[in-house]
């Protein structure tokens, strides 16, 4: 991710042998993006892997980050002789429907590792923390939770926090990450399972906004 774009990879495989696909093209439209351009697979032939691109710009809002994607693959059909592999000189263009793509807030941050968690969240200091509490209904345990968290937010467990014993009826999850604009931010997550997973999420970064933007995005 750069400061204004995001790159989505899409892997290609054609499965059928009397056919060969070319100028492959998954297309996107999705609210508050703009596609800034498309980098089509030129070839895809039989049982072998290709790949296309699409360049997205990021929305300048932040909240605005997390969006829903409909995805069409298109692309020209040549009909060719299985036993030569040889083409038909014209083809006809097709498309596909697939899966819709779901973008994060987790394509802002990536991975920072912590040797001493606490000591960083100690030095961010308090000033710089907002709260926000929640009861995740459908979320059978806090080993369930941590693992949609961790997924989530797409930050660097610390402490082994990301680890949870059958047995447990709270557990403490610790994040670490660095936004897209340089800022690092920190996320605490105190959970207790009580026949519901409730959690209250906490975060810290030198950019108010941002504490704000993590609490309020489960």
């Known amino acids: 991710v750069s400061q204004l774009q995001l790159q989505a990879v899409v892997s290609t495989q054609s499965t059928g042998n009397d056919q060969q696909l070319e100028n492959v ?25 290709g790949t296309c691109y699409t360049l997205l710009q990021l929305p300048d809002d932040p909240a605005d980050v997390a969006s829903t994607f409909t995805c069409n693959l298109k692309f020209l ?21 697939l899966e819709d793509l779901d973008i994060g807030l987790n394509v802002l941050i990536q991975r920072v ?14 000033e710089n923390q907002a709260d926000e509490t929640y009861s995740l209904t459908t979320v059978k345990s806090i080993a369930g939770a941590v693992e949609q968290l961790v997924n989530f937010f ?20 610790l ?7 340089g800022v690092e931010c920190l996320i605490k997550t105190r959970i207790v399972f009580d026949g519901v997973v409730n959690m209250k999420i906490s975060a810290r970064s030198q950019n108010a906004d941002l504490n704000d933007l993590l ?4």
């Open 25 to 49: 093209t998954v297309e996107v439209e999705g609210e508050n993006y703009t596609v800034l351009g498309y980098v089509p697979c030129p070839l895809l032939v039989f049982n072998a892997p």
């Open 77 to 97: 059909v040549k009909d060719c002789d299985p036993s030569t592999g040889e083409a038909d000189p014209v083809g006809y263009e097709d498309e596909y429907v």
């Open 113 to 126: 590792f912590k040797t001493n968690f606490v000591a960083s969240w100690e030095e961010m200091g308090d």
């Open 154 to 173: 797409g930050m660097q467990p610390c402490e082994r926090t990301e680890r949870v014993a059958e047995d447990k009826t709270a557990h403490t999850l």
């Open 175 to 181: 994040l670490a990450g660095q936004h897209k604009d």
């Open 215 to 218: 609490v309020s995005s489960i």
